[in-house]
């Protein structure tokens, strides 16, 4: 291995070279009247910033009801990448992308505008015309097009660097160091099981000299069974709390006699998804089949996981699978003939140290107001 990574070496100066090249072309702009905050990371491979993005739209949901929002995202493998769109609903994934479907699924009253050149689409497609407005940039950091008044770089915990290498021989996007250029950092996915590593990518920002508000979150999960009638719609198997206690043993008692699970996602990170469905499921048994990230789910491909499954099989897959797979519709008549189960794990973001968290979001409104005179004269 060590010989591998001395051969392809030089090509990860390559790689450096060519993305600062590729920055150093692009004069960020600011759109006007709106502020934007920028959630990201700095690796290759799934962080959580989708459920991240989501907690960040129902804070402002609930404590700046007056602001309109908008996810502003490349929409990766969509159809309408190039020329750009604004999203009608959840429900056309191959045009739109699958995570800005999974946003605007989640926040039908969210503005979500997806589109490679993220300045020229928002200024393309923007119907809102409030300054009281947050745009929320899914997947920025590299994205220096657009200046943002808040940058938020997501580590996963489990492994926050890789090794250390950037691409070809690495995980990393661009070096450690550049992470001075974000405002705070957010390490995901912390469970029991990964404390070592969370704690060695801490000591790693200290000794490079990144000194940055640092906070830890977890994921919190609940299962849906959706159901499988024409109109697929899903209801909750239990009521979401903070506890994965008490979730977990309503989602258990719901389950059929004697149940097999199986999982199927194409996610950035599907062993995580895997080991979160075991945490959840008391360490059952689980039975899965990993397809690559953003994957299409055909009818052929779904269908060629049914055969010999029963009553007694559930399947389980994510928010983000779902929006695809909802779309094959034999493939869904198929589990129902069957009587097979469909769960859907919907995870959300719970931040450690919350409070600290958004007294920093309330801050930047609060700083915005001031600046763009929206602060109230009266009282």
């Keep these: 291995m060590k010989v591998i990574l001395l051969l392809f070496y030089p090509l990860t100066w390559v790689y450096r070279f060519l993305f600062w090249l590729n920055q150093t072309k692009i004069t960020p702009s600011r759109i006007p009247h709106v502020i934007v905050i920028s959630v990201g990371n700095i690796t290759v491979g799934g962080t959580g910033k989708t459920p991240f993005v989501q907690y960040l739209v129902r804070y402002f949901q609930k404590h700046n009801k007056d602001y309109a929002i908008t996810i502003l995202s490349r929409g990766y493998k969509a159809k309408k990448t190039e020329e750009g769109a604004i999203l009608p609903d959840g429900k056309s994934p191959d045009l739109y992308g699958d995570e800005p479907s999974q946003h605007k699924e989640r926040f039908p009253n969210v503005q979500v505008i997806i589109g490679k050149n993220r300045w020229k689409s928002f200024h393309t497609y923007n119907q809102i015309q409030s300054p009281k407005h947050i745009v929320i940039l899914d997947d920025g950091f590299q994205h220096k097009q657009v200046i943002r008044d808040l940058d938020i770089v997501l580590l996963d ?90 979730v977990k043993n309503v989602s258990i008692e719901q389950a059929p006699p004697n149940p097999s699970y199986f999982l199927f996602t194409g996610v950035g990170n599907p062993t995580q998804v ?60 198929e589990l129902e003939r069957r009587k097979i189960k469909l769960y859907l794990l919907a995870i959300d973001v719970i931040i450690a140290e919350s409070k600290e968290f958004e007294s920093m979001l309330a801050g930047l409104v609060s700083t915005y107001e001031v600046k763009n005179g929206l602060v109230s004269k009266t009282g």
């Design 157 to 246: 915990a489990n492994s926050p660097f890789g090794n250390g290498f950037t691409i070809p021989i690495g995980f990393l996007r661009e070096p450690i160091t550049h992470l001075r250029r974000a405002s705070a950092i957010v390490f995901t996915k912390i469970t029991e099981h990964n404390q070592a590593q969370f704690q060695r990518g801490k000591k790693v920002l200290a000794k490079t000299g990144i000194n940055l508000p640092i906070f830890s979150s977890f994921l919190d999960t609940a299962f849906s069974e959706i159901n499988l009638a024409p109109d697929a719609k899903f209801r909750e198997i239990g009521p979401r709390t903070d506890s994965r206690i008490s």
């Design 274 to 333: 895997l080991q979160t469905a075991k945490d959840f499921l008391g360490n059952q048994e689980i039975k899965y089949k990993f397809f690559p990230d953003h994957y299409p789910f055909t009818e052929s491909a779904l269908s060629s996981l049914i055969p010999n499954h029963n009553e007694a099989m559930v399947f389980l897959t994510t928010e983000k699978d779902w929006v695809k797979v909802r779309t094959q519709t034999q493939f869904l008549k």
